[in-house]
C-alpha cells in the first residue's frame, strides 16, 4: 500500500472543484484528484458559459444567493485576472400576451431575489435592441454576462497540485476526515475532503447524499447570429428548463439550446451519450421560429450537449451541500446537485464550502 497525507483532498477538477481548491490553499496542503488526463473534461466545459444574474431561483435558496455573489466575484476576478469575459447581457421576451403575466412574476422574483437592475420594456422597445426578435414584451438583464469557461477554470489552477488520471475508487472514515482509495493500492488520508466530483459524486457517496437525476442537454449550432444579446423566451411551465434560448460565445458564435431529454444512470455511461440527435433539430427550429424571425432549418447544424446533475427533473431543487459528520464521516463535505447556476456560481460556493471545512 502506498500511502500520502494531506491536509485537504479535493475529488473533481470541474470548475466547482477548482474554485474550491484555490479559496482553500491558504490553509494548508491541497490536492485535487481528478480522473482524467485534464481539468474541466465533464460538465464544465459542456455549458452555455453564462453568467447569470440570478432571476429565477426562489429567493434565499443557496441557488440565488450563490449566483449572485458569484457573479459579481467573476466579474471582479475576470477584470482582475485578465480571463476573458463579456458584459452582454440578456433579453427574456414575451411572445404572446398569455405569457405576461409569467413575464411579470419573473421580475418579482428577481427583486425579491435582489436583482433590481432588470428592465421592463414593450414590444416596439424590444425590436429597437433585437431587431429579429417577435416579442409583445421583455425583461432586458444588464447584468448576464458570458465567460471563457476553460480560462477561469485555468485561471483557478494556478499554484495548485492536481493529480490527473487518478480516480477515487472508495472513501472510508477516519477519526477526523477519510481515506479516499484508488487505484494500485494508493491510499491518501485528509483530514478535510471535498467531493465535487459532479455528476458521479452520488455514486462515491452512495446512500449518503441525493441521488442525481441526470438531464441531459443539447444544443444546435446556428449558421449566423441573429441577435447581439442572449435571447430567452418566458420558460416553459414545467420546471425542467429555461425554454430553447440563444447564447453567443465570446467569438459571436450562436446556438440554440440547451433542450432537456432525460436519462437513466445507465445512459450517462456510454461512449456515445452526449451525441447531438439531428432528430431534435425541428423541436429546436420550431420553439427558436416561435419568437425569432428569419431563421431556417438549413441554419442549423447538431453542436455538443452537456448532463445537468439534478436532483428533481420536475421541481425546484437546492443546490445540495453538507458536512457528513452526522453519516460518520466527519471532514467529508459533499456537494450534490450542483447544476446551473454552478459555473457561475462557483466561487461564492467556493466560500460557501470553506466556511464549513474545519481545517
Ligand atoms: C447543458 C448545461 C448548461 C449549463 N449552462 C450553464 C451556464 O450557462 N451558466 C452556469 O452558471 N452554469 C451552467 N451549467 C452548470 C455548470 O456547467 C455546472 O454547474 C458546473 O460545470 C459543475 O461543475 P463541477 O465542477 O461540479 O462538475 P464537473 O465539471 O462535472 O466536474 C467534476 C469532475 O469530477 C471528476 N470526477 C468524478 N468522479 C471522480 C472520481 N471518482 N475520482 C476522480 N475524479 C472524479 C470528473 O472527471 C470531473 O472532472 C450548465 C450545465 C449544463 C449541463
Known sequence: MNRVETDIAVI??????????????????????????KFGQETSSRNSEVIHAGIYYP????KARLCIEGRERLYELCARAGIAHRRIGKLIVASSEDALPKLESIAANAAASGVHDLQFLDGPAVRALEPRVRAVAGLLSPSTGIIDAHALMRHFTTRLEIAYRTQVRRIEPLPQ????????????????????AGLDGDRLLAGLVPPHVPVKGEYFALRRAPVSRLVYPVPPPHLDGLGIHVTLDLAGAARLGPNTV?????????????????????AFLAAAQSYLEGIEAEDLSPGYAGIRPKLSATE?????????????????????????PGLTAAPALARYVASLSVV
Open 59 to 62: 429567493p434565499d435558496s443557496l
Open 12 to 37: 473533481g477538477a470541474g470548475v466547482v472543484g477548482l474554485a474550491i481548491a484555490a479559496e482553500l490553499s491558504g490553509r494548508g496542503r491541497v490536492v485535487v484528484l481528478e480522473r482524467h488526463a
Open 262 to 282: 432525460a436519462l437513466s444512470r445507465e445512459d450517462c455511461d456510454p461512449p456515445g451519450a452526449l451525441a447531438v440527435d439531428p432528430s431534435h433539430a425541428p
Open 177 to 196: 476526515g477519510a481515506r479516499l482509495i484508488m487505484e494500485d493500492e494508493l491510499v491518501l488520508d485528509a483530514r478535510t475532503v471535498i467531493v465535487a
Open 316 to 340: 425546484f431543487a437546492d443546490f445540495s451541500i453538507r458536512e457528513l459528520s452526522s453519516a460518520g464521516l466527519p471532514g467529508v463535505i459533499a456537494l450534490a446537485g450542483i447544476e446551473s
